[in-house]
C-alpha cells in the first residue's frame, strides 16, 4: 500500500515468539533439557536463559538444574493466554503512548478538551487487549 511502512512495530517480538516456542515443547508435558529444547525450536540459548527464567518467575515453568534437571511447565497453558504472556515476557502492547497508565497528554492540557483521538484510541486498544486476551497459549501452539 502507498503509506505502508518498511518497519512496523511488532506487538509479538522475538523474545515472546521464542517464549512461544518454548511452551510449544513444555506443552507435551515432558521434561526437556535447555539443550534440546533450544535444538528443537531453533532459538539460542542465551535467549533461552533469559525466557525460561522470565516464565519461571511468573509460575508458568519450573526449571532444575543438575543431571535430572530441565525445564517442565508447570501451567495449564488453556489457561494462559496471548495477553498474560505478553504481560510477563514485559512487552508493550499499547497502540500509542497515550493509552500508558498516568500519560499526559500536552493537547488535552494546552486546549482543556477531551481529545476525540485518544478516546478513539482508547477503544480499539480495549478491543485489542480483549482480543489478545481471549486467545489461550494452547489455541495457539495446538494443531487444531
Known amino acids: 500500500k502507498k503509506y505502508m511502512r ?13 517464549a512461544l516456542r518454548i511452551l510449544r515443547t513444555l506443552g507435551d508435558g515432558q521434561r526437556h533439557t ?3 529444547l533450544c535444538a ?9 536463559y533469559k525466557i525460561i527464567a522470565k516464565l519461571s518467575r511468573a ?19 488453556k489457561e494462559l493466554s496471548l495477553y498474560d504472556l505478553l504481560e ?23 486546549c482543556g478538551n477531551t481529545c476525540g483521538i485518544r478516546r478513539k484510541l482508547a477503544k480499539i486498544q480495549k478491543h485489542l487487549q480483549e482480543e489478545l486476551a481471549n486467545h489461550s497459549i494452547y489455541f495457539l501452539i495446538s494443531s487444531e
Open 6 to 18: 518498511e518497519k512496523l512495530a511488532m506487538i509479538i517480538t522475538r523474545e515472546t515468539d521464542y
Open 59 to 77: 509460575g508458568i515453568v519450573h526449571n532444575a538444574r543438575g543431571s535430572n534437571g530441565g525445564c517442565l511447565l508447570s501451567c495449564d497453558l
Open 88 to 110: 510477563i515476557m514485559g512487552e508493550d502492547y499499547q497502540i500509542n503512548a497515550c493509552m500508558q497508565p498516568g500519560y499526559e497528554c500536552a493537547w488535552e492540557k494546552n
Open 34 to 36: 535447555m539443550k534440546a
Open 40 to 48: 528443537e525450536e531453533a532459538i539460542p540459548q542465551q535467549f533461552a
